[in-house]
């Protein structure tokens, strides 16, 4: 269980990362500054992996709070 936990924090510290990597991206966009386009090529996979950072610890501090985990 603690590796799993791991696991889903790690997911959401990359994914809020990468988000703000994003949001970097798209001020610089807009301002027609030259940034990098890493973050708005792999934005799919960067969601999927900031949503399951998400679910993830949400599932487990349901499971502290009722005392299963």
């Given at each position: 269980m603690q590796f799993i936990e791991q696991v889903v924090k790690g997911c959401l510290?990359?994914?809020l990362?990468?988000?703000g990597g994003?949001?970097?991206t798209a001020i610089c966009h807009y301002y027609n500054i030259a940034f990098t386009t890493f973050f708005?090529?792999?934005h799919v996979a960067s969601l999927a992996i900031l949503?399951?950072?998400i679910i993830g610890t949400e599932i487990?501090?349901?499971r502290k709070?009722?005392?299963r985990a």
């Open positions: 510290i990359i994914g990362i990468v988000m994003r949001i970097n708005v090529d792999y949503i399951i950072g487990l501090n349901k709070r009722k005392g």
